[in-house]
């Protein structure tokens, strides 16, 4: 293995967008700039698939002012793809690589995208060609093995409390019963997040419910009416992949018309039907009328008025880092990012096989024992990634006025 390999660097991003990812991005090309071995820094147009077809932009020609402000900007400013490339897939970009002489291969994003890393760094190992293949961790579902959190969830969560903040306002104002429906196949991280909106003892969301815990529907009821009981309302945060005992989506159970993507997944974002279908539960087995359901869908990802300082700074410094680690140390892996005092973290790079098609899960310290909440725990883990200037509401504290009439009693 050479001290020093000289080629170009090619970064592409894959998956759902974030309100960071851009960061990485920007901070993968600027530090690669920076190194005399990397001739041209390309970027490849919607992710794997721009690979493919050899569609590349030559960043080394962007100017410094405009990826700053596409650092800025929400989304993926290289456009991305869904395509699980599977062996034979790589071995076509592998090829195209060759082709460009690139020897430094970034690729942001979450569980796949790793894996995707992984399997082009084993076919160039085969070929015998130097390429250096870093994987750069973007999830707003924050569930990468090994990392504490991942780029892109810290945004998202805090838009997520602040929609929550918004609607046990309005709920405090007409009560009710609230439902709200948050991104998360298999981990709970962003439903947990809504936690973060309370404040006053009585505010919402009142129930929690995450993946990681089995959904019994007679028990969420049973939830909903107590809670309403005592406070003449109700507010909840469901994950869109809760499931039954069995591992069953809870979209599965309640209806037998289950859309499917196009990796055979029943099809849970994109769709408001579990929180109708929830709501008809509610109404069916109470006597309460007023029963609501939003599905926040694709606005937890990239919401440009919602954006986490932390979050931010973070993604630009995995993107830095990954460079970092393959032109100074020659290095493949993961970028990982683990915390260190109360607040700082500290960035390493892990095997690929550590994280490569691997998923994380909320720790169980970070659940209440009846599934139905999170713990102080989990709030002292999510407070630090939402930012500065988290927003707080307020309520009047004017003493009533006695009654004359004694009306209303």
């Keep these: 293995m050479s001290s020093t390999l000289h080629g170009k660097a090619l970064v592409a991003q894959g998956g759902g967008p974030t309100v960071v ?6 901070g993968v090309v600027l530090e690669a700039r920076k190194f005399g071995q990397v001739e041209r820094v390309y970027g490849a147009l919607n992710g794997v698939r721009g690979i493919i077809n050899e569609e590349f932009l030559d960043l080394t020609q962007e100017t410094t002012h405009n990826l700053e402000q596409v650092a800025e900007t929400p989304s993926s400013g290289m456009l991305s793809t869904r395509d699980k490339p599977d062996a034979a897939y790589c071995r076509e970009m592998f090829k195209v690589m060759q ?48 990392n504490d959190h991942c780029p892109g969830y810290g945004s998202a969560a805090r838009f997520v409390a602040s929609a ?26 962003l439903t947990a997040a809504a936690s973060l909106a309370r404040k006053y003892p009585d505010d919402g969301p009142h129930l929690v419910y995450m993946p990681e815990r089995a959904f019994e529907v007679d028990q969420f ?3 909903v009416e107590r809670v309403y009981n005592q406070h003449g309302r109700c507010v909840i945060a469901v994950s869109e992949g809760i499931q039954d005992k069995a591992g069953t989506p809870i979209m599965t159970t309640l ?9 055979g997944n029943v099809q849970l974002s994109g769709t408001g039907a579990l929180g109708d279908l929830l709501i008809d539960q509610i109404k069916k087995r109470t006597k309460i009328k007023r029963v609501r359901a939003d599905t926040l869908g694709y606005l937890q990802r990239s919401f440009i008025g919602c954006v986490s300082d932390v979050d931010q700074h973070e993604a ?11 032109c100074w140390h020659n290095l493949d892996g993961s970028v990982t990012i683990h915390r260190t005092g109360n607040y700082s973290v500290d960035y390493r790079l892990s095997p690929l096989e550590a ?6 899960h909320m720790p169980e310290d970070f659940i209440n024992p009846e599934g139905n909440n999170v713990t102080d725990k989990f709030f002292a883990y999510c407070r630090p990634l939402v930012g ?4 707080a509401p307020h309520r009047i504290r004017a003493p009533r006025v006695p009654k004359v009439l004694g009306k209303g009693a």
């Design 388 to 391: 500065s200037g988290f927003p």
């Design 164 to 189: 929550f903040m918004g609607a046990n306002l309005d709920n405090r104002a007409l009560p009710g019963v609230y439902i709200g429906v948050i991104m998360g196949r298999h981990a709970g991280f």
């Design 21 to 26: 990812i851009n960061q990485s991005l920007v």
């Design 316 to 326: 630009r410094e995995v993107g830095e880092r990954a460079v970092q680690y393959a």
């Design 255 to 263: 209806t037998q018309c289950a859309e499917r993507d196009a990796h």
């Design 355 to 360: 994280i490569a098609a691997r998923t994380r």
């Design 221 to 223: 009821v049973q939830d």
């Design 99 to 146: 082709a460009h002489n690139v020897r430094y291969f970034f690729y942001i994003g979450g569980n796949d995208s790793s894996d995707t890393v992984r399997i082009v760094n084993e076919e160039a190992v085969r070929a015998d060609y130097e390429l250096r293949a870093i994987h750069i961790p973007k999830t707003i579902d924050n569930d990468l093995e090994v």
